[in-house]
């Protein structure tokens, strides 16, 4: 292939870590992927919570899986019957933060900011417009048994008391704000936060309709691993709360990330996470590294991606020649995705910029060579 | 007392164990029950100036104490902070202004070993501090050992257990929160943590330790029985 259609090849869709763009492309690990659609329909049919674990090592593709979930909802296109599967929303959420030493709060601020107060306002209102605030109203009571957070959902349609609603899911409002809108307590206790995540769940899985068991809320929990950073009291902490949101949300999927160094550590992800959340585990799925079938349709994929994205007419594996691509899958060894990304990133950059990014070209004769040229450089 | 060796802390090691606790008890407390706690005049200047600066944790912190207890364990021996007579077991460039405890500690063991002849733990997870210095230090020297503060809390734990005061599992919780606490103790530089990427070696630390733990119990309870 020519030098300038190489330079024209789209890159920017291949990236290390994965992005908040729109679209997450997906190559290969196709087992993967169906395993994994199978398991979310499982799910929906259970009727009942229901608790998802994917391992896998630094680079294997969990975040890429969450996000290309998240955003794609390509779970919609892929199942059989789309009605059935036709209402689901996703929400990603990252692991917790290393300082932090209120974890199960930091999981309730990151869920009530992903969802959104404008999502639960279109959601509410739509329920009052439809004349079944107050089934709704109920629902929320018999579930959390508690008027005050009744009262917040009830007051969530009326975008004059955002500031009151606001302050409240925050777990910081004031006595002034509460009176707006007839909530006695403060809210801010663990308890409070496991009721307020319960309302938000069925608001976001309440069908007007009746048939609420049609719509599913995913929650991706990325970068479960941090939970080496929870000291023993504050994990009991976030395990007993979970618990209970997680078992009174029938509605709820929850899918949990857990990344490993290398793959003898398959197991360390119950030790840390402990059997209070294993023990809601459902189905536990595996990262598969990657042998030289899966590296061979993983670059196949990629190649033709990018080439499909870029402005080139050629055919085939771009800039590769089928031999090429073959030589390169069955000597570039062990390697992740993101590893496999940075190198043909790497390769293309080196083209495309001439000298400026400079790779021994020279003295490179085996993938081995390059890879430590790319790994040095 | 139960260990006869004497125990020098490294600075950054005593500000991981400050929110340490193991049975309720603070373990830099629980360190001077179990061993002759040694110190250097300028490890407690870098004590206090770690609690200066708010490095040791901000509740219940036993930082106060801890000092006090440095201050009464600095002996007779001169403090000497220079490094060049310590230049042919040095590796690397002399140490920086931040280094002098370990120097510090570093001329504190020699005096151990060629006037006294007593056996020193010396207690750091600071990795550039060991290659640098005392990983040499402990080759010329038998008499000195060098642990990292998961090692020395192990040590501590497996006591208890044999006497009884601490469950298997209640050890392995304990463990973990050491762990948890090192990665998390943000107000470390983490060039000082011995461990290279961190949530990475975090995990493997982990179910390492937690191995040893399983493995020391059980051969307690053969040793027992």
């Known amino acids: 292939m020519k030098t300038e259609d190489i330079k024209k090849l789209n890159i920017s869709r291949i990236r290390e870590t994965p992005s908040n763009s729109k679209e997450i492309p997906w190559y290969g690990f196709n087992d993967y992927k169906n395993k994994i659609e199978q398991t979310l329909k499982d799910s929906m049919n259970s009727m009942k919570p229901f608790g998802i674990l994917i391992q896998g090592t630094w680079g294997a593709g969990k975040t890429h899986t969450a996000r290309h979930y998240c955003i794609s909802e390509a779970l919609n296109e892929g199942t059989t019957d789309s009605s059935l599967y036709s209402n689901t929303t996703s929400i990603y959420l990252e692991g917790p933060k290393v300082s932090n030493t209120q974890p199960f709060k930091e999981f309730f601020d990151r869920v009530v900011m992903s969802v959104g107060l404008r999502a639960l306002r279109k959601k509410c209102a739509a329920i009052k417009d439809s004349g079944n605030l107050d089934n709704f109203l109920d629902a929320i009571y018999e579930l959390t048994h508690d008027d005050d957070i009744v009262s917040i959902f009830e007051n969530i349609p009326d975008t004059s008391k955002d500031m009151h609603v606001r302050s409240i899911l925050k777990g910081a409002s004031t006595k002034k704000e509460r009176d707006g809108i007839g909530v006695v307590g403060k809210l801010d206790r663990d308890i409070d936060y496991v009721n307020i995540l319960l309302a938000i769940c069925r608001t976001i899985t309440w069908e007007n309709d009746g048939k609420s068991e049609q719509t599913r809320l995913f929650l991706w929990m990325d970068e479960l691993e941090n939970f080496v950073y929870l000291k023993s009291a504050q994990h009991q902490n976030f395990a007993q709360n979970f618990r209970q949101f997680f078992d009174s949300c029938e509605h709820l999927t929850c899918v949990l990330f857990f990344s490993f160094a290398n793959p003898s550590e398959f197991g360390v992800a119950e030790e840390i996470l402990s059997s209070a959340l294993t023990e809601r585990i459902n189905k536990k799925i595996e990262l598969p590294f990657l042998d030289e079938l899966g590296r061979n349709s993983y670059l196949t994929d990629l190649i033709n991606d990018v080439a499909r994205h870029s402005e080139v007419q050629k055919e085939g594996p771009i800039p590769f020649t089928e031999d090429s691509l073959k030589y390169f899958s069955s000597e570039i060894g062990e390697l992740t995705p993101r590893q496999i990304n940075r190198i043909y990133v790497r390769l293309i950059e080196n083209i495309i910029s001439d000298s400026d990014i400079s790779l021994p070209l020279e003295s490179i004769e085996t993938i081995d060579d390059l890879i430590e040229a790319i790994e040095e450089d | ?225």
């Open chain 2, 1 to 225: 007392m139960d260990f006869a060796s004497k125990l020098i802390v490294d600075t950054c090691s005593a500000v991981a164990f400050d929110s340490f606790e193991v049975r309720g008890k603070k373990f830099l407390e629980l360190l001077s029950k179990y061993f002759r706690i040694a110190a250097t005049p300028e490890l407690v200047e870098e004590a206090k100036r770690c609690k200066r600066s708010n490095k040791f944790s901000s509740e219940n912190s036993h930082a106060s104490l801890w000092i006090y207890q440095l201050s009464r364990c600095c002996g007779k021996r001169k403090d000497r902070t220079d490094w060049e007579g310590l230049s042919p077991i040095l590796s690397g460039t002399p140490p920086e202004q931040g280094s002098l405890g370990e120097v510090s500690i570093s001329w504190f063991a020699v005096g151990e070993c060629v006037e006294d002849s007593n056996s020193l733990i010396i207690v750091t997870d600071d990795k550039k501090a060991r290659n640098l210095l005392i990983n040499e230090l402990c080759d010329m020297f038998p008499q000195v050992t060098v642990l990292s503060s998961v090692e020395l809390a192990r040590a501590i734990i497996i006591k208890e257990i044999k006497s009884g005061k601490l469950t298997l599992d209640q050890s392995k919780s304990i463990l973990h929160d050491l762990i948890a606490s090192l990665a998390s103790n943000t107000s470390l530089p983490k060039e000082e943590i011995s461990f290279e990427s961190l949530t990475a070696n975090f995990i493997q630390l982990r179910s390492r330790e937690i191995k040893k733990l399983k493995n020391a119990e059980k051969v307690i309870r053969n040793y027992e029985n």
